[in-house]
């Protein structure tokens, strides 16, 4: 049976070494060494290097993404308000990724940031949007919003939400970024029949 505490400490290895060396310097006997110990037992818990760094942004984005994902049973709160609980927990999350990559104390070349964002991305994205497409599922049966694709709507928002809330593909200033998340709000509210005004949460920063 796996060692939690083991698991653990492979993936505080890998954090540390991060904060001293790029991605592509760092290789599992690094990892092995840093964890203090053999580098067998790192494939035992681990196929790769990648799959380890895909354990390590799993784990940093635990706590937001876990509160979001028990809102999709919360059938007696409103869709819109567990829908603006789960896009806070993307702020929350991406908040945490930007801190990360400016810590001045991290080595993170653009090829690095950029490959992290991607991981995180595909993270969040995967991670939050079963839920929020029950939750605009729940809406739609309700007769609240009105769409016929759920599961495209919600796939669209956290696209558009996880670029824009960190801006390692696309460099734009906050004015750019709440005017785009203004136009997607603008759209929403035409695409699903919700009333003006109910998704401006989205917009709050």
Do not use: W
């Amino acid at each position: 049976m796996p060692d939690l505490k083991k698991y653990d400490r492979i993936l505080d290895a890998l954090q540390q070494l991060l904060e001293d060396e790029t991605i592509q310097n760092i290789s599992v006997s690094d990892i092995a060494r840093k964890a203090q110990m053999g580098k067998g037992s790192i494939y035992y818990y681990f196929p790769s290097k990648e799959a380890i760094l895909d354990a390590l942004v799993e784990r940093n984005y635990e706590a937001p993404l876990s509160t979001a994902k028990n809102l999709a049973a919360r059938t007696e709160i409103s869709p819109f308000t567990r829908m603006a609980m789960i896009l806070q927990a993307c702020r929350n999350s991406s908040a945490a990724f930007l801190r990360h990559n400016s810590d001045e104390a991290t080595v993170t070349t653009a090829q690095d940031s950029a490959f992290l964002h991607q991981k995180y991305m595909n993270h969040l994205i995967s991670e939050l949007k079963p839920d929020l497409t029950e939750i605009i599922r729940q809406g739609i049966d309700a007769g609240e919003i009105h769409f016929e694709y759920p599961a495209a709507l919600a796939e669209i928002v956290l696209i558009v939400l996880a670029v824009k809330l960190n801006h390692t593909f696309l460099s734009a200033t906050a004015e750019d970024s709440e005017e785009t998340i203004r136009g997607l709000i603008a759209l929403l509210e035409r695409g699903t029949g919700v009333p003006t005004g109910v998704l401006n949460y989205l917009a709050v920063p």
